[in-house]
């Protein structure tokens, strides 16, 4: 056990931002993703857990602020000075001499970008500047906070990919905050729902999908024609454009298949789907609690 959160809520004056009422804890090596909508107290985990807000209830962690490194959402630099200055004096080391900051500048492509000043940087330069100090810490645990907002859609999946290939045989953990569905997919293996301050769900990424998904979804475009060939299977929550379609075996995949392709239906099938998992976690926790998402 890396990290154990129990009992922890936060209060800015009498608003409670986030309530965790059963541990959740955080594993060795573990990618987590942590996923919800704007104001679900995303932000305010990641601030309590590094103790920059006060919270009532517990942290128990072995770790050190010193073992924790941290990518917030917006970060500014001196705009004065050259980038390779503004790095070599915060890591207080040479690039010349940093074979492992060599590489990371390398990996990320960012040797042009040394020369200039920090606020000529386009955003995605920026990102990775930031990204490259924070490897650099070789934290246990790196917590990341919407690494990718504000980017251009081909931006993002190239610093995703690149993130993913520096972070494939590292051992730190990661705890991802992100609203980008398909980023999660690709950097997490656990997943924490949070919604209006709560815990909706906590989980390895496949058992929550087998949970409220079930074995295999299928996902089309919603009119009239594919609700009435999907009529009598279970239908998930879904964005208003798609229809989402359960099998709960093999036999009942190989049914709906049939179906759709008899019937010419361009589909995707998916046994991973964050934003379908999500949406039918967030359903079926208001239903439990009897109250309105």
């Not at 330069?125 to 924070?134: G, H, L, P, R």
């Amino acid at each position: 056990m890396l990290l154990t959160i129990e009992g922890m809520q936060v209060r800015y004056g009498k608003q409670t931002a986030l309530k965790i009422t059963s541990p959740v804890t955080f594993e060795k090596g573990e990618r987590i993703g942590v996923i919800g909508s704007n104001g679900a107290g995303k932000s305010t985990l990641v601030k309590a857990l590094l103790g920059l807000v006060p919270y009532e209830g517990r942290v128990a962690t072995r770790l050190k602020p010193e073992q924790m490194a941290v990518h917030m959402q917006f970060n500014e630099y001196v705009s004065t000075m050259p980038v390779r200055c503004i790095m070599e004096t915060i890591l207080n080391t040479k690039i010349k001499e940093d074979k492992e900051l060599q590489d990371l500048i390398s990996f990320f492509d960012f040797e042009q970008c040394l020369l200039k000043k920090y606020n000529v940087l386009s955003g995605g330069q920026k990102q990775k500047f930031t990204i490259i100090m924070v490897m650099m810490q070789k934290a246990e645990l790196t917590f990341y906070d919407e690494v990718t907002s504000g980017l251009d859609f081909e931006t993002r999946q190239k610093l995703t990919e690149k993130m993913v290939g520096w972070y494939r045989d590292k051992e730190g953990t990661l705890l991802v905050v992100s609203h980008y569905y398909d980023e999660l997919e690709q950097l997490a293996d656990k997943i924490l729902v949070l919604d209006q301050g709560s815990v909706v769900a906590c989980g390895k990424k496949e058992e929550l999908f087998q949970t409220y998904c079930g074995r295999v979804i299928f996902i089309m475009d919603n009119h009239e024609e594919n609700r009435n060939l999907m009529n009598g299977f279970k239908l998930l929550k879904a964005p208003e454009h798609l229809l989402a379609i359960a099998a709960g075996d093999k036999e009942e995949e190989e049914k709906i298949v049939s179906i759709l392709i008899e019937n010419d239906v361009n589909f995707k099938r998916s046994n991973s789907d964050i934003e379908i998992m999500f949406m039918n976690a967030k359903e079926r926790f208001y239903k439990k609690a009897g109250r309105k998402e």
